[in-house]
């Protein structure tokens, strides 16, 4: 299921709850992740008994939850207020992307907070700079681990399993990798920079991950071939790169 798709089948399930005077709170989760339109972590796949996804709302106290509504989960933030929420044209409330991020903080890894921060920061719903103020700002469970994923989220990555790959790296001590590194020295025919998924300088170690489509695109694949002899000239031949590039490539069970 694609993104989008969760996003549609999400929102629908909340209009039809919405029609029927089920919905209350405030959308928060994985439900919020959905409505953000950004790719969740937990791959989350909680569903009713007739077959739609199960909502996650919060309110600010217990005495706001309302029992008895099949598959509506509610939560309880005591710090929940107005600057957190984000009203929908359709009257659908959803928490804001930082308060959406620090709601997972109680199922998700460090690392996987690291990915959701990421996601949502590719995707133009946050910034690390608004992350850190809602910080600052606010108390919620799993605030600590948040401050801790919040020290290894870095801009420029280009997707979820880049991100996995960058934290392996650091989990084993190679913490000299940077996101989106742009090879000094060298272009392509046409002048366009050389950037690589991750890059060392100092160890002259250039990373490229590819999704599974190109390795199923046949076109993708020549593009990727044709690149993969471009960069590796130019980087063989550069004065500042001695290392050849590895490339991974995810491959289908």
């Known amino acids: 299921q694609s993104i989008a798709q969760r996003q549609q089948e999400v929102w ?21 992740i959905a409505m953000w339109g950004v790719p969740d972590p937990s791959m989350d796949s909680a569903r009713t008994a007739d077959g739609v996804p199960v909502v996650h709302v919060v309110v600010q106290t217990a005495r706001n939850r309302r029992k ?6 509610a939560h309880v933030w005591k710090g929940l207020s107005e600057e957190h929420i984000c009203h929908t044209q ?26 959701l921060a990421e996601s949502q920061m590719r995707h133009g719903r946050t910034t690390k700079e608004k992350l850190a103020v809602f910080l600052e700002g606010n108390s919620f469970r799993g605030r600590r681990k948040c401050q801790l994923a919040l020290l290894l989220v870095e801009s420029g990555s280009d997707s979820p399993k880049e991100i996995e790959l960058r934290l392996c790296l650091l989990s084993y001590g190679l ?15 046409n002048g366009a920079a050389v950037t690589l998924d991750l890059a060392d300088p100092e160890l002259k170690i250039g990373i490229e991950y590819d999704g599974d489509h190109h390795r199923t695109d046949k076109m993708q694949w020549c593009r990727d071939v044709w690149n ?5 000239g ?20």
């Open 90 to 115: 359709d009257g659908i409330d959803v928490l804001a992307p930082e308060p959406t991020w620090a709601s997972m903080a109680e199922t998700l890894s460090v690392d996987m907070l690291v990915e």
């Open 175 to 189: 913490s000299g990798f940077a996101v989106g590194y742009v090879v000094s020295g060298i272009s392509f025919e």
């Open 68 to 73: 008895g509504i099949p598959g509506v989960v």
């Open 228 to 232: 993969w002899k471009v960069w590796d």
């Open 12 to 32: 629908n399930v909340c209009r039809a709850l919405k029609d029927r005077n089920e919905l209350y709170g405030v959308l928060t989760r994985n439900s919020a």
């Open 234 to 253: 130019r980087l063989s031949r550069s004065p500042n790169w001695i290392c050849r590039m590895n490339r991974i490539v995810p491959r289908s069970p």
